[in-house]
């Protein structure tokens, strides 16, 4: 059995610690001639607070330890194994933190005068055309700061498409699958959409009797992630886009799945019109707790207006960066007048932008490749370890080849011995690995969504089956055991409804203070 226990420390919040007065870190003061400048241009008396504000007063080492106390208790990509389903948590590359985070990038002002950021702005422009490429469109814009953010932006474009089509009062419903991530829905509806959800056929592809009886003069678009969140290619997709097509609807693809099929099948080639990539994903920049992400969307060449020479990339949100040949000189593009606009601060998380060029240029198109190819295997490798274990069974044509995921479902297990999907996450956990993704997608019940990315090595792989096994062994000879899972990490079982209940949650140090002095209800 492998011993793994977790680090805990009795570790209060940040402002708890320290003392009025201590000092961590010494700012220089500023040499006069600076000051001569500086001082000029100090911020104005007018709007400064009255009193500063209320900072936590460290030294250097209570700061670190309590830091890094906080790391020893909670679990990333570092410590092992992450297959959390569809989140894609891939090893991010020491090196390319190094170069993203090199003071010529992090110390770079969006407002410089463009003579002076023609690095940057040529990678970013580079970035822009290999993203197009992978995807098989024709341009992109860097804007969007994520996957639902990329979202929000495609369906904006559909409806601008329809808006200028003169079309928009008909076209109200964007189709979404059973199995799509609940950004899909979500984005649709904020974007002023009815949305149509269609049922997975038994062997996990779109039912294309529900999409043909969904399908009419009313359908504004369709959104798809392909691999599906089942890990399963979707077989019907040129059939698909005839149809959406036929009533003048757009395709959206949502790329957070990409990395199933990069450099071996491109989404604009199938005939999908609009595409968002997840950096932090398919690129590899950090996410979760790790910092931004970053979203670009990119588009094929579809003619909204051809007589007016509108196509859907002067849709697309800015800025962009161009290239001036003659010049030989990199500029920025603000959004003209047939955009849907601006939806961030100037160029998007520049930072993960860098990191997934980085990626991309280090591993080059074969690398890119190989990248999905391990990702593949591992997936396939770990079903085969599964097969036959008892308790766990694999929903929608377990026959059908995965791409970069596969959904187990605890169900048996469940029904047997009423040991459930989320006892089976607890079990994980309690032996050093991370959970899957669990009870998504909804279409499965008691899903354990896994995907090992191309990261993961043979050996963790054989390992992380054979604690399934495992918990499997304990929970039917013992059903009552996994229960008390788990007994090993920082923090014990959660209790699921105070952990989301409004009386409950403390996101900041206000509600915490609030809660402590007995205003808000409990602190538990
Ligand atoms: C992660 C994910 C999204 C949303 O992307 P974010 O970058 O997290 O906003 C959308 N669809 C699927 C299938 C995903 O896995």
Redesign the pocket.
Request: charged share 10%.
């Given at each position: 059995m492998r011993v793994f226990r977790q680090a805990k420390w009795p570790e209060p919040i940040i402002f708890e610690l320290g003392d009025p007065g201590r000092i961590g870190f010494m700012v220089p003061e500023l040499e006069k001639e600076i000051l001569e400048i500086v001082g000029e241009i100090a911020i104005p008396e007018k709007i400064r607070r009255s009193s500063p504000p209320k900072l936590p007063e460290l030294s250097e080492v209570e700061t670190l330890r309590h830091f890094v106390n906080l790391t020893q208790m909670t679990f990333g990509v570092e410590n092992g194994p992450l297959p959390l389903g569809?989140?894609?948590m891939k090893y991010n590359p020491r090196i390319a933190a190094e170069l993203a985070f090199d003071p010529r990038i992090t110390m770079l002002h969006p407002l410089q005068d463009e003579d002076t950021v023609q690095g940057i702005l040529e990678i970013l422009y580079n970035l822009q055309k290999w993203l197009a490429n992978i995807v098989g469109m024709d341009a992109c814009s860097l804007h969007p700061a994520?996957?639902?953010?990329?979202?929000l932006t495609g369906v904006l474009i559909i409806r601008k498409y329809h808006e200028l089509k003169n079309q928009i009062d008909k076209k109200t419903e964007i189709i979404v699958p059973d199995s799509?991530?609940g950004?899909?829905p979500a984005s649709s509806a904020m974007a002023g959409f009815k949305v149509v959800e269609i049922r997975s056929a038994p062997d996990g592809n779109v039912d294309m009797e529900a999409l043909k009886a969904a399908v009419s003069d009313t359908t504004a678009g369709l959104m798809l992630?392909n691999p599906s969140?089942l890990g399963l290619f979707e077989e019907n997709i040129v059939e698909i886009a005839r149809i959406i097509h036929e009533v003048d609807g757009l395709l959206y693809y949502?790329g957070?799945?990409l990395n199933g099929i990069m450099g071996y099948a491109r989404p604009g080639d199938m005939g999908f019109d609009i595409a968002h990539i997840?950096i932090?994903?398919t690129f590899s920049s950090p996410?979760g707790g790790g910092g931004p992400?970053a979203?670009p969307v990119c588009v094929r060449n579809v003619p909204v207006i051809p007589e007016k020479n509108i196509y859907l990339k002067d849709l697309l949100p800015g800025p962009i960066v161009e290239y001036d040949k003659e010049k030989d000189r990199y500029y920025i593009k603000w959004p003209g007048r047939y955009s849907i606009g601006v939806l961030k601060a100037f160029f998007g998380n520049v930072i993960p932008l860098v990191w997934g060029f980085i990626y991309i240029l280090a591993l080059g198109p074969q690398g890119l490749k190989e990248a999905t190819e391990q990702a593949v295997l591992n997936t396939n490798y770990f079903i085969k370890l599964m097969e036959g274990v008892k308790g766990y069974s694999i929903p929608y044509d377990p026959g059908r080849f995965r791409k970069h995921e596969v959904v187990l479902s605890a169900e048996p297990m469940e029904r047997d011995v009423g040991v459930t999907a989320e006892d089976v996450a607890k079990g994980l956990l309690d032996a050093g690995f991370y959970a899957p993704t669990i009870y998504f997608p909804l279409i499965v019940k008691e899903a354990l969504m896994t995907e090992f990315t191309d990261t993961e090595t043979k050996e963790n792989i054989e390992k992380y089956a054979e604690r399934l096994k495992e918990i499997s062994d304990i929970a039917y000879k013992d059903p009552k055991e996994p229960k008390k899972w788990p007994q090993n990490t920082a923090r014990t079982r959660i209790d699921n409804v105070k952990a989301s209940h409004p009386r409950y949650v403390t996101p900041t140090w206000r509600v915490y203070r609030l809660r402590k002095e007995g205003k808000l209800g409990a602190l538990k």
């Open positions: 569809s989140c894609t994520a996957g639902a953010h990329g979202e799509a991530h950004t899909n992630t969140t949502d957070a799945n997840n932090h994903k996410h992400g979203g």
